[in-house]
Nanobody, 124 residues
Framework: VQLQASGGGLVQAGGSLRLSCAAS????????MGWFRQVLGKEREFVAV????????YYADSVKGRFTISRDNAKNTTYLEMKSLKPEDTAVYYC??????????????????WGQGTQVTVSS
């Protein structure tokens, strides 16, 4: 599976952005899809994950209620809708895919495939 993230940019605090992650290759619909983010000099951190089937989701506490992950298996695309953005949301955002596993297993190593990242900058 190859992943291509897009949609990042510069936005003011309180604003919104929608990230997209386009997948190529076989069996996209059989993978759990996730979003992570990373600030320079810090570890990559989990943001959200969505089940391969059924759409069950799980979020980091820091984004719960503000971010929504979704997927369109017909388009091989995963989305991250981000609202009420804060300066601390500034990071490079990565999409990732894995074979189905425990939903709340959110460590980086649990994901097998990664996109190239897209920068999100939130100004105060």
């Amino acid at each position: 599976v190859q992943l291509q993230a897009s949609g990042g940019g510069l936005v003011q605090a309180g604003g919104s952005l929608r990230l997209s992650c386009a997948a190529s290759g076989r069996s996209f619909s059989s993978y759990d899809m996730g979003w992570f983010r990373q600030v320079l000099g810090k570890e990559r951190e989990f943001v959200a994950v969505i089940r391969w089937r059924g759409g069950t989701t799980y979020y980091a506490d820091s984004v719960k209620g503000r971010f929504t992950i979704s997927r369109d298996n017909a388009k091989n695309t995963t989305y991250l809708e981000m609202k009420s953005l804060k300066p601390e949301d500034t990071a490079v955002y990565y999409c990732a895919a894995r074979s189905p596993g425990p939903l709340k297993t959110t460590i980086v190593k649990s994901f097998d495939y990664w996109g190239q990242g897209t920068q999100v900058t939130v100004s105060s």
